[in-house]
């Protein structure tokens, strides 16, 4: 979905004017004209403001253009799983299971392998070492553990 039918939705399904809107995110109609008609897109900042008001995440306010992953677990992120900072913004690099109010669940690569190897399904019957270590493969590519 474009910019323009994400924000024209969300204003539309909580019964906002376009100069409603624009009151509070700090812009004037036109703006969100100029938006709703694909004219233009919020600046960072607005985008940060239009997260917080319809309680989404910048990325789906654009449209959802990447998928993002969870740079500690490798958890796919949809808005009900990304985590959040104490001020409530979106922390888009974490899930809510690894990262909420500005500290991380598991403090070390091996207390989330522990976790991994004793929790996630084992429909193979693979030897916990031998999926450890498939585990550790994969934690090792992403952000937060390299």
Known sequence: MEVKNVICELRTNRGFSQEALAEKVHVT?????????????PNTETLKLLSKLFDVSINTLLGSPRKLICQCCGMPLEDSVISRE????FNED?????????SFAYPTKESLLDYLVGHMPNPDHTKDEDRRMQFDAYLSQLKHWK
């Open 29 to 41: 109609r036109q703006a969100v004209s100029r938006w709703e008609n694909g004219e233009t897109v």
């Open 86 to 89: 104490s001020d409530g913004t």
């Open 94 to 102: 974490y899930c809510k299971w690894c990262y909420s109010d500005g």
